[in-house]
């Protein structure tokens, strides 16, 4: 990790530090690839890293709930260390980051919903022309925001069972707009679940892996299109960081990322739920969830 970055590690990941941050993990490895993957409702760019052999890539993927911004700086953390130990041609976790990267590279997009994290952070202020709508919406409470800016929950916007979670949402009493698991207009209706889903058809996901806060928790299934090999995976990942291996039930069960991915490619997809407490986790809680999972994101890109 470069020391320029460890300031980045000590608070809520604000819009221009990531992308700062971006910048200097880059520079520090010239094998990383930096790139665009979308523009959220805002028109804020959602980053793309990539190191390694990219032919049948890992993704993770975090961010995707606002105010479970430590999973960015999670992923972030993770890949700063991890262009070092390849620029460096250096081991990680007694493992060699070179070999393991020539083999099979990884898609990092840390920060899937920029305008969401940045009004969990920052306030209702930092969503533009969006403001007063966020300041309604939010009530008083914008630290716990975990939509986009348009009040769309991004994992529950996904096609993959979208008409029986709006079915759920209804029953919940949510059929507009809110903070949180509210689905939207139609499958894919936000520009951030499309940026998501163009990348998924553009490059051949070997796995994803989108992480979540907290619980502690891995889930791997989605429906009869789970591959069959996707629980010993999962379990091999548990193992490796004492998470529990789960199966999603009530409002979580639908139209997510791993999902759709899951539904659409019959190929592995992942949610991690790091950490355990109330979001949003403290920003002091980064370094003892990192320790524990770093072996963990080692192995899922191996795997
Ligand atoms: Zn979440």
Known sequence: MLTGNRSFYRRPPTYPAVLRTAVQIKKQCPAVRLFTVGKSVLGRRMIGLSLGNLSAPVLFAGAVHAQEWLTCLLLLRFFDDLSAAYAAKTELCDLPVGKILERRGLILVPLVNPDGVEIAISGP????????????????????????????DLNHNYNAGFSVLRRMEKRNGINSPSPRQYGGEYPHSEPETRAMVALCRRVCFKRVFAFHSQGEEIYYSYGEKTPPNARFLGEVLAASCGYSLEEPTGLASHGGFKDWFINTFSRPGFTIEI?????????????????????MLLIAILL
């Open 275 to 295: 950490g355990r407490g109330e979001n949003p986790l403290p920003v002091e809680e980064l370094e003892p969830i990192y320790a524990r999972l770093l072996e």
């Open 125 to 152: 202020a930092s969503a533009g022309r969006l403001a007063d709508f966020v300041e309604q919406t939010a009530r008083k409470d914008s630290r716990s925001w975990q939509a986009n800016a348009r009040g769309v």
